[in-house]
């Protein structure tokens, strides 16, 4: 008798437990089914659907576990037996000056000085009357052969000139560490002989000792100044609204590849303020982690307004400081222990005095925010490594402050397992690597190339964390082909890797492009994997991208993404 007591006060407490669960298991938004889950963190890697609610992940699991979770108004979203994945982070690009590169002449594709003069005399002839002509992306390496009235590889403004003699012309280096300037922009920015070089600076100049055109890291300077204050004459409310499309467009472009946060790699306090209203305002859709770059003495008073956390609907936050230590290497601005091979007299060129590179640091360090330097060379990043390492009295201080040094291109093999060691993040991008092969043995000669030029293996082999973007608009925000080159060491076109034993596997190279860059931005327990209580933001994509073959990767195709739960871009 006592026993079927307990016996039915079992079933009876087995049916309320069940009841009770049934009443208070939560119910799902929008669930993603017939997938191929990647989550991206070990331990969790495949899953077959996942269950969204109010634009953070519910679960991730079976997809018979995760239909428990559907309701009368779950939006069903058949994922159709595709790749779904976390949303990609672009972990160093800029928004922006991308939107606006957007609606500029395009010269990454021009094979020679003569194409890229016809396209900008083609322009001029649609132009208004002293318009300014804007365009990006210009390379001189990689030109079939060189300017006939070339200097170092460079050619004269003349022939541009003569072809918008009332134009002024206004042509990015790929790199965006030079500019190419025709007699009319010259003109207007009072550029003559007499004209100094700017510390940090070079104005290229020809026997005569007149300038060709090209104007090199702080000497850009002279021409934008020029350009800008065209623009002061817009109404203030025109200027603004321009900014927006950019930004909006911008935005939209990187929704079309998957890329659902961005960290922007240096801002003016006035382009924070823009984009901090447009967050506030619900006109920003895309996460930013924007850093602020200002001199030294604008800095000491805009820092007294950071941290900025997380704000808006998706999230804008402000909590690094960027500084430029040296230039690109392309244009010889990027700061070597050892002259440049094919410049025998060139070292590059120091942007910030190391004495301001160190009060930025202490600054830094007093305020509790990141520290982010653009360092390309091996001198510079021995200069940053340096710098941080002196900043702080303890080295687990270092390590928690997660600060970063952007592009970390060329190190010395001394400098490489510093990185680890001190924690300190380095930020590189896959398609420069590729995009930077055929000139970089041409620089820096064979040895120099081969111990330390975008050293990704050496690096995480001493425990040093890398995150992945690609600079755009120096690059385009394609995803894939930085993903392709991370794990081949080369573009898709060419034939030959660039010392190949530095590739990253696959897995490594996903990690870098989403956990990684969301622990680079103190963002990793919020976003950047597929997990239980993360925001939502998910890609559907058209491939495996852990198994399909290496050559198809570029040719990726992004078919949905979704930002908090919410779709803002299918693919067709």
Known sequence: MKSMYHLAFSCVLLSFCILASCTTTEIADKIIFNAQVFCVEEGEIFAEAIAIKNGKILQVGLEEEIMRKKGSDTEMIDADGNFVMPGLIEGHGHLLMMGE??????????????????????????????????????????????????????????????????????????????????????????????????????????????????????????????????????????????????????????????????????????????????????????????????????????????????????????????????????????????????????????????????????????????FSVHAIGDSANRIALDIYESAFDDAEKLKEARWRIEHAQHLHPDDIPRFGELGILASMQGIHCASDAPFVPTRLGEQRSQEGAYVWRSLINTGARINNGTDVPVESIQPFESLYASVTRKLPQAEKAFYPDQVMTRLEALQSYTINNAYAAFEEKTKGSIKKGKRADIIFLDRNLLICPDEDIPDTQVLKTLVGGRVVFSGG
């Open 101 to 370: 590169a957007l609606a500029q002449l395009n010269l990454n594709e021009a094979e020679s000085w003569e194409e890229i003069v016809n396209m900008v005399a083609e322009t001029t002839a649609e132009a208004q009357p002293g318009q300014w002509i804007i365009g990006n992306s210009w390379h001189q390496d990689k030109w079939s052969e060189v300017p006939a009235d070339g200097i170092d590889g460079y050619p004269s403004h003349h022939s541009l000139s003569a072809v918008s003699p009332d134009h002024p012309v206004l042509l990015f280096h790929a790199s965006y560490h030079a500019l190419f300037a025709n007699a009319k922009a010259m003109e207007l920015a009072g550029v003559d002989k007499n004209t100094p070089n700017p510390e940090g600076g070079l104005i290229r100049r020809d026997a005569e000792g007149e300038a060709i055109g090209v104007f090199e890291e702080t000497a850009m300077g002279l021409i934008r100044s020029a350009y800008t204050k065209e623009r002061e004459s817009w109404p203030v409310e025109d200027w603004i609204a321009q900014k927006k499309a950019w930004i909006q467009r911008a935005e939209q472009e990187a929704f079309s590849y998957g890329i659902t946060s961005f960290h922007d790699l240096g801002l003016p306090w006035e382009d924070v303020k823009l984009l901090r209203a447009m967050a506030a305002a619900g006109e920003l859709d895309i996460s930013v982690y924007a850093m602020v770059r200002e001199p030294i003495r604008e800095l000491e008073r805009s820092i007294n307004y950071l941290p900025i956390i997380n704000e808006g609907k998706t999230g804008f936050t402000v909590r690094t400081v960027k500084a430029f230590v040296d230039g690109a290497l392309g244009s010889y601005g990027a700061l070597l222990l050892e002259p440049y091979s094919d410049q025998a007299e060139t070292y590059g060129q120091l942007v910030t005095p190391i004495e301001e590179l160190e009060d930025m640091a202490s600054l830094c360090v007093e305020n509790g925010l990141q």
